[in-house]
Nanobody
Framework: QVQLVESGGGLVQAGGSLRLSCVAS????????MGWYRQTPGKQRDLVAA???????NYAASLKGRFTISRDNGKNTVYLQMNNLKPEDTAVYYC???????????WGQGTQVTVSS
């Protein structure tokens, strides 16, 4: 069974930083585009950042410059470095894997990020 396990969330003050990690198992990691999404209660899940198997990145326009996505194919891990956090960044952050050949999609269970003002 495919597993995406996120970690690194928590409570941080505005202006602080967090690094989220997502470890994938039972997928061909190097064949998957990886992404981070976030969701607040009552709202849709929105893309934060994504990275292709070759390392091309894509960001939500409003987050570019503060957030950085990266991946380590040797560790089956994708990261999201979040700097200068703002209260509006408070959300549950989800890891996503999308196989670029089969387009099969997997989600992690989510990790809560709370930014206090």
């Amino acid at each position: 069974q495919v597993q995406l396990v996120e970690s690194g969330g928590g409570l941080v003050q505005a202006g602080g930083s967090l690094r989220l990690s997502c470890v994938a198992s039972r997928i061909i990691f190097s064949r998957n585009a990886m992404g981070w999404y976030r969701q607040t209660p009552g709202k849709q899940r929105d893309l934060v950042a994504a990275i292709t198997p070759r390392g091309t990145t894509n960001y939500a326009a409003s987050l570019k410059g503060r957030f950085t996505i990266s991946r380590d194919n040797g560790k089956n891990t994708v990261y999201l470095q979040m700097n200068n956090l703002k209260p509006e960044d408070t959300a549950v952050y989800y890891c996503n894997a999308n196989d670029v050949f089969t387009h099969v999609n997997f989600w992690g269970q989510g990790t809560q990020v709370t930014v206090s003002s």
